[in-house]
Nanobody, 125 residues
Framework: QVHLVESGGGVVQPGDSLRLSCTAS????????AGWFRQAAGKGRDFVAG????????RHSDFAKGRFTISRDNAKNTVYLQMNSLNDEDTAVYYC??????????????????WGQGTQVTVSS
């Protein structure tokens, strides 16, 4: 099990950028694949992007392609989500998740075992 802590959320205007960070408690975080999900008020938790432990096998949801980029720095036990050109539909709580498995990251909630507490992103003019 790994403890995950997200940071970097906040209130921004449409068109702005944010970078979310997720720091893991495990020194061998490179053995985990990781992903970002988001949950808007009253809706389900949606996959945003995933990345394997070696930074290969990157996948983004359709709404994230071209605007969001997932990356990781295993030396810092951290996964990032760079979000550009934000709009009001991106308003949600963003969650980091991980599973101790090699290979391509999953895209479903059930593909992950460990979750952070979430960080709120609000896009408003």
């Amino acid at each position: 099990q790994v403890h995950l802590v997200e940071s970097g959320g906040g209130v921004v205007q449409p068109g702005d950028s944010l970078r979310l960070s997720c720091t893991a408690s495990r020194r061998v975080f490179g053995n985990y694949y990781a992903g970002w999900f988001r949950q808007a008020a009253g809706k389900g938790r949606d996959f945003v992007a995933g990345i394997s432990g070696s930074s290969g096998g990157i996948r983004h949801s359709d709404f994230a392609k071209g605007r969001f980029t997932i990356s990781r720095d295993n030396a810092k036990n951290t996964v990032y989500l760079q979000m550009n050109s934000l709009n009001d539909e991106d308003t949600a709580v963003y969650y980091c998740a991980a599973r101790a498995r090699t290979g391509r990251a999953g895209s479903d909630v059930s593909d992950y075992d460990d979750w952070g507490q979430g960080t709120q992103v609000t896009v408003s003019s």
